[in-house]
């Protein structure tokens, strides 16, 4: 697959693109990708491809098969049907010439990931001996069907990459609230006023602290950052900061009520790369609530989740997630443990520095939490 290699793997810097688009797309693609080499797809212009390919949105999940292996998994960015880019990518292999792949998909968040093709098929209904033919679409109802059972098809298949278990979505009685230990129910999705209002000044104060380091952090990884709309006219004010991500919903396949309350987010267009929740309060539970809530209705999540707080308040929190409401999500398994001093040393290591930073630092510093 030599177009392949040349545009997927290689990818393809934007000044090849950026002369043969107009500059409504040319935008798109500079806010998505800035600089970055950019992967490109293409396929043939017939009728049967172009309904198709008319039909793909962004954030359409895509996946390149050969053969009966699952080659790449990404996220429909932006479309067009460009001949003379389709010239510039892909010049024809042939002596004779004549193919061209005028149908043009840029592709964010591409994976190699190297599954047999009948691990999607047993997901979304298909029987395994299923044989593509080209450009082929999914039915909607076979995808209605896929989201009755599971919630985010790009995080499945990279569960399923890294050899993890995958968990179907609870059932509709679980959304509405979870029985504690003690009988009692447990509010889906805690107002993040609400929390606040019952923090102690100087804890406010940290919080705030924490929060804007996070923002700054998240910034020099290149992230879009998101905090609750609640706070961010406060860190406006105290920091001169303004750059909050405008719309959280973009491009997101999970529901949005249940993360735009997290206390710092890190994401792009068609992804979630990190979330935080701060806590410096006694109980070390609101944040776990929200994580656990999350987990609910988003249970094959692969992007971390961070509770964040004092090192003097972690048995605290190794102690909570010992609740049973907690376990039988197992809570555990999915959040780790950051700690405001490790948050501290990043910050001063990277105060002076905009390249080298990444969420995988973040992961490298923070603890797995053992409760057995």
């Known amino acids: 697959m030599v177009h392949y290699e040349e545009t997927i793997r290689q990818k393809v810097l934007p000044d090849r693109i950026y002369r043969h688009i107009d500059d409504t797309l040319r935008s798109r693609l500079t806010r998505l990708f800035g600089a970055r080499p950019i992967t490109v797809w293409g396929s043939q212009d017939s009728s049967a ?10 954030g359409d999940e895509i996946l390149i098969i050969e053969g009966a292996t699952i080659k790449l998994l990404g996220k429909i960015a932006a479309t067009t049907v460009n001949p003379d880019l389709s010239r510039e990518l892909w010049k024809n292999i042939r002596p004779s010439g004549g193919t061209r792949w005028d149908l043009i998909y840029f592709i964010a968040n591409p994976q190699e990931i190297d599954l047999p093709f009948a691990d999607f098929c047993k997901l979304v209904g298909y029987a ?12 909607q109802d076979r995808l209605t069907t896929f989201y009755t059972h ?24 679980d959304l509405f609230g979870q029985i504690s230990s003690e009988g ?13 209002d019952a923090i102690p000044q100087e804890a406010v104060s940290d919080h705030v602290r924490m929060q804007w380091k996070l923002i700054n952090l998240g910034v020099k990884a290149s992230s879009r950052v998101w905090v609750p709309t609640g706070d961010q006219a406060r860190i406006r004010r105290l920091y001169n900061f303004d750059n909050f991500e405008t719309d959280f919903a973009a491009g997101l396949d999970t529901q949005v009520r249940y993360v735009e309350n997290i206390d710092v987010v890190w ?3 068609f992804r979630i790369d990190a979330a935080f929740e701060i806590e410096n309060t006694t109980s070390i539970y609101s944040g776990l609530l929200r994580f656990s809530d999350l987990t609910l ?11 964040v707080a004092p090192q003097d308040k972690r048995a605290r929190l190794i102690e909570q997630l010992r609740r049973p409401s907690f376990q039988k999500f197992h809570l555990e398994r999915k959040v780790r443990y950051l700690s405001y001093e490790a948050v501290d040393e990043i910050d001063r290591f990277f105060e002076n520095r905009n390249q080298g930073f990444s969420v995988d630092i973040i992961t490298g510093r923070s603890e797995e939490l053992r409760i057995a």
């Open 184 to 196: 009692s129910i447990l509010p889906l999705v805690p107002s993040h006023e609400d929390l606040e």
């Open 150 to 173: 599971y919630d985010d098809l790009y995080s499945i298949l990279m569960q399923r990459k890294r050899r993890q278990q995958v968990y179907e979505l609870p059932r509709t009685e």
């Open 128 to 139: 395994g001996t299923y044989q593509l033919r080209g450009l082929t679409l999914v039915s």
């Open 297 to 307: 209705v988003a249970p094959n999540t692969i992007y971390p989740l961070f509770i």
């Open 267 to 269: 994401k792009e267009e």
């Open 49 to 58: 491809n172009r309904s198709k390919f008319e039909r793909m949105v962004p």
